[in-house]
């Protein structure tokens, strides 16, 4: 059973790695699917906008209302915007909204190449003279690297906005004071490697969303299974990038 | 009870000249040997039906004929290339003499039906003016009588409608040769034969060869010139519909009955 299991495992590494191989293959070769990456981008993208601000400002209000019970116990509330930023804007937004992305864009993307495969609509376009490689999972893989960073300091910003509300609901803090002490706080170091490791989440998402989708068998069972796996294995995928990326910025001493 | 035309379409002449030539081609997938020496001529202007039962591998021997599948051995000759040779580009080529109309129809559900037959007309790599994309749409929609669909999505429209619009979509390249995939399956009797008359009409307007693989009998009656009955991996029985009807070969008579 364990060797099962082991022998299961290491094959699907195998075959997410040949097609990563595949992917970086497939994107630096012509033809280029601009106008196809142009309409990913757009649904990948904005159409995540308005999930990602709500989820995104009601983050930076609870974290803010939560934190501050302990920070009034040792006298420091005035610390509430420097730790609150810190907090958002280093760990907690990036792998939120990852976290959302992976629910809402890798399932999305499993379970339609998964229905484009079990309804023959990928042999479809292979016959109809496209590469449908580069047309369905290059286009997606980058749009997904290329729009989580952007919804992500989307998020950020907003998560901000969530947190000088949230210090202001028991509190007086104004506008430029709170923002003073947020950008006084945050350095290079806090900003770049986190969103640095968000073009990883995006790969991560878009990568096992496609993978998942397009290998998809067994009708309309492997379409539910290829997306509910979709976000399992891209979810667990965002938090080992993540620690990953952490113990890379410790060890350069970027924090 | 379906009414039958009592004269159909007359097709022009069968040509003695093979379009699709398949020599000792073997499939198997694992242990399940599909296809086992199989060797099968398409004339031109012929319409060849191969029937047989569910899982005998008539989807992958069309399959082998258009690229989808690589054979394992054997040669798979349309319109003179070996298609297992062939690279991405020469398929491509090769592509847009060749249609296919598959089982599921596989119309693409997040486009529109224009934008479903303008795909491969703007995917081959063929220049055509922003005029001739439409004209070519409009004609391929008026050809199977559905061209006020031509805003709808695929969701819209009836298991009929799905198949007609696939065969618009086939059609729209005006191929020499289209390969048929259980062209009927899933519609009622009634669609079932308007659809089977209406491929006869096609392939008489256009001058196509085909395959059709099929197990609807109505559709095989009215559509073929030839039978080949895939059985064991085999074409070894073929024949014209009456004459394979009025055999008494216990191998036979069950698809008749």
């Given at each position: 059973?364990?060797?099962?299991?082991?022998?299961?495992?290491?094959?699907?590494?195998?075959?997410?790695?040949?097609?990563?191989?595949?992917?970086?293959?497939?994107?630096?070769?012509?033809?280029?699917?601009?106008?196809?990456?142009?309409?990913?981008?757009?649904?990948?993208?904005?159409?995540?906008?308005?999930?990602?601000?709500?989820?995104?400002?009601?983050?930076?209000?609870?974290?803010?209302?939560?934190?501050?019970?302990?920070?009034?116990?040792?006298?420091?509330?005035?610390?509430?915007?420097?730790?609150?930023?810190?907090?958002?804007?280093?760990?907690?937004?990036?792998?939120?909204?990852?976290?959302?992305?992976?629910?809402?864009?890798?399932?999305?993307?499993?379970?339609?190449?998964?229905?484009?495969?079990?309804?023959?609509?990928?042999?479809?376009?292979?016959?109809?003279?496209?590469?449908?490689?580069?047309?369905?999972?290059?286009?997606?893989?980058?749009?997904?690297?290329?729009?989580?960073?952007?919804?992500?300091?989307?998020?950020?910003?907003?998560?901000?906005?969530?947190?000088?509300?949230?210090?202001?609901?028991?509190?007086?803090?104004?506008?430029d004071l709170f923002w003073n002490q947020v950008f006084n706080t945050l350095s290079?170091?806090?900003?770049?490697?986190?969103?640095?490791?968000?073009?990883?989440?995006?790969?991560?998402?878009?990568?096992?969303?496609?993978?998942?989708?397009?290998?998809?068998?067994?009708?309309?069972?492997?379409?539910?299974?290829?997306?509910?796996?979709?976000?399992?294995?891209?979810?667990?995928?965002?938090?080992?990038?993540?620690?990953?990326?952490?113990?890379?910025?410790?060890?350069?001493?970027?924090? | 009870?379906?009414?039958?035309?009592?004269?159909?379409?007359?097709?022009?002449?069968?040509?003695?000249?093979?379009?699709?030539?398949?020599?000792?081609?073997?499939?198997?997938?694992?242990?399940?040997?599909?296809?086992?020496?199989?060797?099968?001529?398409?004339?031109?202007?012929?319409?060849?039906?191969?029937?047989?039962?569910?899982?005998?591998?008539?989807?992958?021997?069309?399959?082998?004929?258009?690229?989808?599948?690589?054979?394992?051995?054997?040669?798979?000759?349309?319109?003179?290339?070996?298609?297992?040779?062939?690279?991405?580009?020469?398929?491509?080529?090769?592509?847009?003499?060749?249609?296919?109309?598959?089982?599921?129809?596989?119309?693409?559900?997040?486009?529109?039906?224009?934008?479903?037959?303008?795909?491969?007309?703007?995917?081959?790599?063929?220049?055509?003016?922003?005029?001739?994309?439409?004209?070519?749409?409009?004609?391929?929609?008026?050809?199977?009588?559905?061209?006020?669909?031509?805003?709808?999505?695929?969701?819209?429209?009836?298991?009929?409608?799905?198949?007609?619009?696939?065969?618009?979509?086939?059609?729209?390249?005006?191929?020499?040769?289209?390969?048929?995939?259980?062209?009927?399956?899933?519609?009622?009797?009634?669609?079932?034969?308007?659809?089977?008359?209406?491929?006869?009409?096609?392939?008489?307007?256009?001058?196509?060869?085909?395959?059709?693989?099929?197990?609807?009998?109505?559709?095989?009656?009215?559509?073929?010139?030839?039978?080949?009955?895939?059985?064991?991996?085999?074409?070894?029985?073929?024949?014209?519909?009456?004459?394979?009807?009025?055999?008494?070969?216990?191998?036979?008579?069950?698809?008749?009955?």
């Open positions: 059973m364990n060797n099962k299991l082991l022998n299961n495992f290491l094959s699907e590494t195998g075959d997410i790695s040949r097609f990563t191989v595949r992917f970086f293959k497939e994107a630096f070769k012509p033809r280029y699917e601009f106008s196809e990456l142009m309409r990913q981008c757009y649904y990948i993208g904005y159409k995540s906008v308005p999930l990602v601000i709500i989820t995104a400002f009601i983050m930076g209000l609870v974290i803010t209302i939560q934190s501050r019970p302990t920070l009034v116990e040792f006298g420091a509330e005035s610390w509430l915007p420097k730790m609150v930023s810190v907090s958002l804007v280093r760990e907690i937004v990036p792998v939120i909204t990852a976290l959302i992305c992976a629910g809402k864009i890798g399932s999305g993307i499993g379970a339609e190449l998964g229905s484009m495969k079990v309804t023959e609509q990928i042999d479809a376009m292979e016959v109809s003279g496209t590469n449908p490689f580069k047309y369905l999972i290059v286009t997606r893989i980058i749009a997904t690297t290329l729009m989580i960073p952007i919804l992500v300091v989307l998020a950020d910003t907003i998560s901000l906005y969530g947190g000088y509300l949230g210090t202001n609901i028991r509190g007086v803090v104004s506008w290079f170091g806090d900003v770049i490697p986190s969103i640095a490791k968000t073009f990883l989440f995006g790969f991560a998402i878009g990568l096992i969303g496609c993978y998942k989708g397009y290998n998809s068998n067994k009708g309309t069972e492997g379409v539910g299974r290829s997306a509910n796996s979709a976000v399992v294995i891209s979810s667990l995928l965002v938090f080992i990038l993540d620690l990953v990326s952490v113990q890379i910025t410790d060890l350069l001493k970027l924090t | 009870m379906i009414t039958e035309p009592d004269i159909y379409p007359q097709k022009e002449p069968v040509i003695d000249e093979p379009v699709i030539r398949l020599m000792n081609v073997y499939k198997s997938f694992g242990n399940n040997h599909v296809l086992k020496d199989i060797s099968l001529d398409l004339n031109k202007g012929e319409n060849l039906v191969v029937l047989g039962k569910s899982g005998s591998g008539k989807s992958v021997l069309i399959k082998c004929i258009i690229g989808l599948i690589k054979p394992d051995k054997g040669i798979v000759k349309v319109l003179g290339k070996n298609i297992p040779d062939m690279n991405q580009n020469e398929l491509d080529t090769i592509r847009t003499k060749v249609g296919f109309l598959f089982q599921s129809n596989a119309l693409y559900d997040s486009m529109t039906v224009r934008e479903n037959l303008e795909f491969p007309l703007r995917r081959h790599g063929i220049k055509f003016s922003k005029e001739e994309v439409n004209a070519k749409v409009i004609e391929a929609l008026t050809n199977v009588g559905l061209s006020h669909t031509v805003d709808l999505s695929p969701s819209e429209l009836s298991g009929g409608m799905k198949k007609r619009i696939a065969l618009a979509r086939t059609l729209i390249l005006e191929p020499e040769i289209i390969l048929y995939d259980e062209p009927t399956a899933g519609l009622d009797p009634i669609t079932g034969t308007e659809i089977s008359n209406l491929m006869r009409e096609l392939a008489i307007k256009y001058k196509t060869s085909s395959i059709i693989i099929s197990h609807d009998m109505n559709c095989v009656k009215i559509t073929s010139d030839r039978i080949a009955l895939l059985l064991d991996g085999q074409c070894n029985i073929q024949g014209n519909y009456e004459g394979l009807k009025n055999s008494g070969d216990v191998k036979i008579k069950p698809f008749f009955e």
